[in-house]
Nanobody, 115 residues
Framework: QVQLVESGGGLVQAGGSLRLSCAASTSMFSINTMGWFRQAPGKQRELVAVITRGGSTNYADSVKGRFTISRDSAENRVYLQMNSLKPDDTAVYYC?????????WGKGTLVTVSL
C-alpha cells in the first residue's frame, strides 16, 4: 500500500508560480511511474506530467515549457514546478503512483489562478 500526500496548492495570480509536492510513503525505487493529474470543475481528470523511475518525463501540451516535474528519491517526493500560471490551470491537482501491481492516488491539492 502506497500513500500519497500532496501539498503546495493555493491561490496565485495569473503569471505567478507554485510548486506542488507529493510525498510517498514508500521508497521511490518500488514505484515505476509517478505523475500529476488535474481535474477542473465540470471537466474530466487529465494528465499534466509524468516521470518514470529512470527519469524520463512527459507533459501535456498545455503545460509544456511552463511546468516541470522532478523527483527526489532520497526524500520519496515528486514535485511539480508550475510557472506562468493561467486561469485555465485552476484545478485540483492529484499525485499518482504506479507500481508493478497497483495504482495509487493522493487526495489532491487545489490550485486557483486568478486574473
Amino acid at each position: 500500500q502506497v500513500q500519497l500526500v500532496e501539498s503546495g496548492g493555493g491561490l496565485v495570480q495569473a503569471g505567478g508560480s507554485l510548486r506542488l509536492s507529493c510525498a510517498a510513503s514508500t521508497s521511490m525505487f518500488s514505484i515505476n511511474t509517478m505523475g500529476w493529474f488535474r481535474q477542473a470543475p465540470g471537466k474530466q481528470r487529465e494528465l499534466v506530467a509524468v516521470i518514470t523511475r529512470g527519469g524520463s518525463t512527459n507533459y501535456a501540451d498545455s503545460v509544456k515549457g511552463r511546468f516541470t516535474i522532478s523527483r527526489d528519491s532520497a526524500e520519496n517526493r515528486v514535485y511539480l514546478q508550475m510557472n506562468s500560471l493561467k486561469p485555465d490551470d485552476t484545478a485540483v491537482y492529484y499525485c499518482r503512483a504506479l507500481t508493478n501491481g497497483a495504482d495509487y492516488w493522493g487526495k489532491g491539492t487545489l490550485v486557483t489562478v486568478s486574473l
